[in-house]
């Protein structure tokens, strides 16, 4: 294989690929990724046998082939390349068994192993979704943060995709629980009919919010009940599915509530962040007063002390004393822009709403529950 690609196309293709690689490996060829040029085209290819990312640049050709080579060396000579440098990557196993990476005065050789050796995943073959960029990344986005990591109940170690029925409409419904809080977002989507529902791991969540940033042409997502496939411009993603059953998560969601609070985000989150500053419980709890159009926030630390704040608030509701896991809380207003937020449950012990006001942009389909703490 004898070849020259450019700087950014190279450093480009290799940042996508190598995060989907893992560092500790049981087998030596996972940690390299496997690059095949051919038709004038240069792709990469890295997996740790869940996820497969493949990346594909322009590349001059001189001689096709196929090789494998450590992965975050690879990434480190591009990203680390001059800007605008070509790139020459060589390799003649019969003579050298390894590869050499060529740029100005700059020499490396790095060694090889035999690309029939790299496992590859077969592509999807099942339903068949094509959306903007933008859309999906949202659907997975606005949800991710509320997945498990408690490996013992695997079943919510990833978000849950599946299509929805909404008046008529078809919807692609994203949905991630913990047990202690939970995540809904959705979109109209009318190539959902008929989608499996599969539970997508954490992991490959993070891969594909990480690709689709970056993109903003239509995607296409290939969904089976065990796999997973997203095709982008430029390469693919596949993933294997959890192999489980999500739990009805809809008869948790509360319908009817006693209490509305209308709250502004921004100052919310600031408040929540001071007060939590002598929260030493690993729950990090927060106690949530309402009355009079007045939200108080207060904090008991036996070792710190007390820190109280007050903000002012739109209420439709008898005064009521609540708690909540701050970071939970927390992480419900990064995932909004939203100026305006609402806290709406029944009564202090019960599972609460915390959604973006009606009318925000993007925001219409997002539904937050959040389980109460007692304080």
Known sequence: MKITVEKADLQRATARVTSAVERRQTQPILANVKLVAAHGKLSITGTDLDIEVTETTAAHIEVPGEITVSASTLAEIARNAPNGAEIAISCDEAADPRATVRFGRSRYQLPVLPATDFPTREGIDGAQITMPAADLHRLFDYVHFAQSTEETRYYLNGTYLHPFADNGTVMLRTVATDSHRLAINQLPCADAAGMPAVIVPRKAVGEMRRVLAELKDDVTLRVSPKGIQLLTDTGHLITKTIDGAFPDYIRIVPTDWK???????????EAIKRVSLITAEKSRPIKFAIDDGMLTLSVRN???????????VVSQAESFDTGFNAKYILDVLDQTDADRMLLRLSDPASPARLDPMPGTKHAEHIVNVVMPLRI
């Open 259 to 269: 209490h509305e609070t209308e709250v502004d985000r921004a100052l919310l989150k």
């Open 302 to 312: 036996m070792e710190a002390g007390v820190a109280h704040e007050e903000l002012e």
